[in-house]
C-alpha cells in the first residue's frame, strides 16, 4: 500500500537549519508531483512548497522563498525539504503529499495521499 | 496570490443532518477545488477533487459542487464519524492554497 514517511523534524534555534526526508513506497514516486504542507499547533494548512515529477520545476509559498529547498530523487524515492534560516513562525507539524497527473500529463491538482507528519520546533 | 475564506468557521450539528459548507475564492479558480477532511492528530483526507469528484472510498453523503469563485461542500445525512475539520484547497495556480477550515462539532 501507498506510504509516506517523513522524518528529520526536530528542535531547532533560530537560525539554524534543518533537511526534512520524506520516504515513498507502494507506488511510482516519478509519476507524482510531491508538495510539503505544513500545520502550526493549533492552526489551518499552509501549502508551502511544490515539485515536479521530473524535479525541473518548484514552487514556494513567499514565507518560505528563499530559505527552504525542495528537491528529490527519484532513484531513491525520497523527497527531501533543506530548510535555511529557520524562524519561530516556522514552527509546525510538517506533512509530505502527492500530488498525481492527469490523464493529459497536467497536475491533478488534489494530494492524495499523505505522511503522517514530522514537527518541527524553532525555539532559542 | 488566491485568498480562500471558507463560511462558516465552525459549525455545531447533529447526527443526521445535513450540512452544507463554503468556500469562496479571491477570483476564479474554474474548478480547481479540492475538500479534505482532518481529525486531531491525524493527517488530512481527500474527499473531493475538480469539484465534484468523490475520491475513491469516501461515503456517497458527501458531495461538492460549485465553480469560478463558490464552492460548497454537502454532508447529507452526518454521521458519528465526520465531526472533523474541513478544509477547501485551490489548484489554479502553481502556488496552491487552503481555506483557514471549518471545524464541524457536535450539538
Known amino acids: 500500500q501507498v506510504q509516506l514517511v517523513e522524518s528529520g523534524g526536530g528542535v531547532v534555534q533560530p537560525g539554524k537549519s534543518l533537511r526534512l526526508s520524506c520516504a515513498a513506497s507502494g507506488f511510482t514516486f516519478s509519476d507524482y508531483a510531491m508538495h510539503w504542507v505544513r500545520q502550526a499547533p493549533g492552526k489551518g494548512l499552509e501549502w508551502v512548497a511544490v515539485i515536479s515529477y521530473d524535479g525541473n520545476n518548484t514552487y514556494y509559498v513567499d514565507s518560505v522563498k528563499g530559505r527552504f529547498t525542495v528537491s528529490r530523487d527519484n532513484f531513491k524515492n525520497t523527497l527531501y525539504m533543506q530548510m535555511n534560516s529557520l524562524r519561530v513562525e516556522d514552527t509546525a507539524v510538517y506533512y509530505c503529499?502527492?500530488?498525481?497527473?492527469?490523464?493529459?500529463?497536467?497536475?491533478?491538482?488534489?494530494?492524495?495521499?499523505w505522511g503522517q507528519g514530522t514537527l518541527v520546533t524553532v525555539s532559542s | 496570490d488566491i485568498q480562500m475564506t471558507q463560511s462558516p468557521s465552525s459549525l455545531s450539528a447533529s447526527v443526521g443532518d445535513r450540512v452544507t459548507i463554503t468556500c469562496r475564492t479571491s477570483e476564479t479558480i474554474d474548478t480547481y477545488l479540492s475538500w479534505y477532511q482532518q481529525k486531531p492528530g491525524k493527517a488530512p483526507k481527500l474527499l473531493i477533487y475538480s469539484t465534484f469528484n468523490l475520491q475513491s472510498g469516501v461515503p456517497s453523503r458527501f458531495s461538492g459542487s460549485g465553480s469560478g469563485t463558490d464552492f460548497t461542500l454537502t454532508i447529507s445525512s452526518l454521521q458519528p464519524e465526520d465531526f472533523a475539520v474541513y478544509y477547501c484547497q485551490q489548484s489554479f495556480t502553481e502556488r496552491y492554497s487552503f481555506g483557514q477550515g471549518t471545524k464541524l462539532e457536535i450539538k
Open positions: 503529499a502527492s500530488e498525481p497527473y492527469d490523464n493529459s500529463g497536467y497536475p491533478g491538482g488534489q494530494f492524495d495521499f
